[in-house]
T-cell receptor, first 113, second 109 residues
Framework: EAQVTQNPRYLITVTGKKLTVTCSQNMNHEYMSWYRQDPGLGLRQIYYSMNVEVTDKGDVPEGYKVSRKEKRNFPLILESPSPNQTSLYFC????????????FGSGTRLTVV | EDQVTQSPEALRLQEGESSSLNCSYT??????LFWYRQDPGKGPEFLFTLYSAGEEKEKERLKATLTKKESFLHITAPKPEDSATYLC??????????FGKGITLSVRP
């Protein structure tokens, strides 16, 4: 089944403890992206990647890091999480940068206390 | 600055009562407009892509249309299972998707 898989689905952590949210897609998509979704603010892009070793900032990149060493994986790293990063996170992928519909993962609900 | 405004924020319909959801946008060089459906706690599910003014696409009870300034998602004879949040997004020339805040649709039996 074609899908984007995120792990974990739920995570509660403490301020300052480094964490990684994994994202993997099995569709051989070039384009991958991370979003956060907050009530009243909608979906906002954190980082995106056009292909392996090519990443760029989205609208809200502060406090996040990404890497794209393999085509299928695009992990999101929070080096020192803070409570304002409590949110619902989604990974998405697309065949290429032309306007194709994105496939989204099921989401990771992160709580930083 | 690219902007996407969806209205109304929430819509409650009786089963069978047709209506339309609006997505107004301002963007430089539109490459595509997307509609997604999102159920609570789940990732957005792709519905349609529209590329140019005048284009229409249909899927079951849903029909999406596009003009130079806005898009409509028409829902014909909705059922309770159509209850969800509907997201509109635009892809401008710089390739970054910009999402609207969504419209929460509730369909009562």
């Amino acid at each position: 089944e074609a899908q984007v898989t995120q792990n974990p689905r739920y995570l509660i952590t403490v301020t300052g403890k480094k964490l990684t949210v994994t994202c993997s897609q099995n569709m051989n998509h070039e384009y991958m992206s991370w979003y956060r979704q907050d009530p009243g603010l909608g979906l906002r892009q954190i980082y995106y990647s056009m292909n392996v070793e090519v990443t760029d900032k989205g609208d809200v990149p502060e406090g996040y890091k990404v890497s794209r060493k393999e085509k299928r994986n695009f992990p999101l790293i929070l080096e020192s999480p803070s409570p304002n990063q409590t949110s619902l996170y989604f990974c998405a992928s697309s065949p290429r940068t032309e306007p194709y519909g994105y496939t989204f993962g099921s989401g990771t609900r992160l709580t930083v206390v | 600055e690219d902007q996407v405004t969806q209205s109304p924020e929430a819509l409650r319909l009786q089963e069978g009562e047709s209506s339309s959801l609006n997505c107004s946008y301002t963007v430089s060089g539109l490459r595509g407009l997307f509609w997604y459906r999102q159920d609570p706690g789940k990732g957005p599910e792709f519905l349609f892509t529209l590329y140019s003014a005048g284009e229409e696409k249909e899927k079951e009870r849903l029909k999406a249309t596009l003009t130079k300034k806005e898009s409509f998602l028409h829902i014909t004879a909705p059922k309770p299972e159509d209850s969800a949040t509907y997201l509109c997004a635009v892809q401008p020339a710089n390739s970054k998707l910009t999402f609207g805040k969504g419209i929460t649709l509730s369909v009562r039996p």
